[in-house]
């Protein structure tokens, strides 16, 4: 057990990371991450009102349909990076939006919303429960218990009932698997839990697995891989920030961000694919073939289905492209490693 | 007729006439997690008791492995490299690091036998 974001949160159940990390890739694995913060909004304009806090499109967010965006700052930085989910309207007119945060963000997301969103209305639904149940047999596993999940599309998200429990389950997550995210009440938050450990495709995933399926995933860890100085441009999370958001602005830091996106910005985050099997670890500092520093490491470690140490880290913008050669210093000495795509480990969703 | 002490870094040293084996104990490995490198340090270099010799990457963390006593590298375990799971599989036997020729055997008597290895780890959470 390993304290995080102030909860007592495994590390690993008795099969290990690296056994925990396969079992993911090849059958299913059952993530407890109920420590993560779920938030409703609701209110006339709720969708246009967390606009002027992030660059996603949510006003053209559909109904039932969940999107990944950052909270900024001023000067463009990250607050945190959350899931947007568009529920129907119960009052015409009355946007309702469900969003899970990072644990280690919530009270803080929390205070902001409240602050900048005076006219809607915000619940935190702190007793909830969030289950995370990821890999190619979840699809399959879930639908036992909660039918027409299996026809859920990527993103997408389903209001239903489980055990009489008015539960929500969305199609994403945090391996790069299929899978799913489910919110429940406290009590049949546990039944479930229980239902699908007693079924031999689940196993029980920790905190170490979680990370290395996201690094392999290529996503980003908040606090880590993105922060209040990193820009979603910088992050390479461009494709996060909506086509009319661009054009109109009205977010925080979109001064920054437009110069970015039009000069481009001056470091990037970058996948870097090691020679060898040595782990280039978090603060590794990482340099050009002349041996000059031009970046750093902000995850990395090794990928348990590539057999290989990956990384990723901020370079300058002219040691970006993919294949450049670069070193990354590990206790002074250079490990030979060369700029990759995202993902490292190619990502299974459904489409 | 070989003797094996501990530290209490849970490194293990089997010494035999002058030259010694040094590991890292099961329960280390079983700390560790799954080892995936290790790095063994050059044929004859030297080392003080206590000084960093190697250091084994798990998927978890890096940590650090000091030298039981002082020593010359006279052998290290190439087969490491390619499997580095032979720590977790066999710690006291496949799974060995270096080979050190012993500087000084009195340093030796400052470490836990087996017994009092033991009961050091009874102490231990």
């Known amino acids: 057990m390993a304290p995080f974001a102030a909860y007592d949160m495994p590390v690993q159940y ?50 039932y349909r969940t999107r990944y965006s950052q909270f900024l700052n001023a000067d463009g930085g990250i607050l945190d990076d959350l899931m947007t989910t568009r529920l129907p309207s119960r009052t015409p007119g009355v946007d309702r939006l469900f969003l ?20 809607v209305s915000i619940t935190t639904l702190d007793d909830r429960a969030l289950l ?37 389950v969305s199609r994403s997550g945090y391996t790069g698997e299929d899978g799913f995210e489910i919110s429940l009440p406290p009590v049949a938050g546990v039944q479930f839990a229980q239902a699908l450990l007693a079924d031999p495709r689940v196993k029980p995933i920790g905190l170490g697995a979680r990370d290395s399926l996201r690094l392999e995933a290529g ?9 209040e100085t990193t820009s979603p441009v910088e992050g390479a999370l461009t494709w996060s920030i909506g086509k009319r958001r661009r054009a109109e602005g009205g977010f925080p830091g979109f001064e920054r961000i437009a110069r970015e996106l039009k000069e481009g910005p001056s470091r990037k985050r970058v996948g870097l694919l090691l020679d060898g099997r040595q782990p280039a670890r978090e603060g590794s500092e990482i340099a050009d073939e002349s041996g000059a520093v031009i970046g750093k490491i902000t995850s990395g470690g090794f990928a348990p289905s590539l057999e290989r140490s990956i990384a990723m880290g901020y370079v300058a913008a002219s040691h970006a492209a993919v294949g450049t050669k670069l070193n990354a210093l590990v ?14 480990f190619p990502h299974r969703y459904v489409r | 007729m070989s003797t094996v002490r501990y530290t ?6 089997r010494v035999d006439g002058d030259v010694a084996i040094v590991g890292i104990t099961d329960y280390a490995q079983a700390q560790l997690g799954d080892v995936v490198f290790v ?16 250091v084994v990457e798990s998927v978890k963390a890096a940590s650090e492995v000091y030298a039981p006593v002082s020593g010359e590298v006279v052998e290290v375990n190439s087969e490491l490299e390619g499997a580095p799971a032979l720590v977790n599989e066999d710690s006291a036997g496949k799974g060995w690091f270096v080979k050190l020729r012993v500087a000084d055997q009195s340093e030796l008597g400052a470490l836990m036998d087996e017994a009092a290895y033991a009961d050091y780890l009874k102490t231990l959470d």
């Open chain 1, 132 to 168: 995370a149940i990821q890999g190619p047999k979840a699809a399959e596993v879930v639908a036992g218990f909660i039918p027409g999940v299996s026809s859920l599309p990527f993103m997408g998200f389903l209001a239903t009932t489980y055990q009489g429990a008015d539960i929500f």
């Open chain 1, 331 to 344: 206790r002074g000495k250079p490990l030979a490693c060369s700029v990759v795509a995202f993902p490292f």
């Open chain 1, 219 to 227: 996503l980003c860890l908040y606090g880590h891989d993105i922060d």
């Open chain 1, 14 to 63: 008795p099969l290990g990371i690296m056994g925990e990390h396969k079992w993911t890739r090849e059958s299913a694995g059952l993530f407890d991450v109920s420590h993560m913060g779920q938030v409703i909004l609701e209110g006339v304009g709720a969708a246009a009102a967390l606009e002027t806090l992030l660059a996603a499109d949510i006003i053209g967010l559909a109904d």
């Open chain 2, 39 to 54: 790095e063994l340090p050059a044929m004859g270099k030297s080392f003080k008791k206590g000084e960093q010799a190697a």
């Open chain 1, 100 to 119: 899970v945060v990072n644990a280690a963000c919530k009270h803080a997301d929390v205070a902001h919303l409240r602050a900048k969103l005076p006219g």
């Open chain 2, 8 to 13: 209490k870094d849970h490194e293990y040293i």
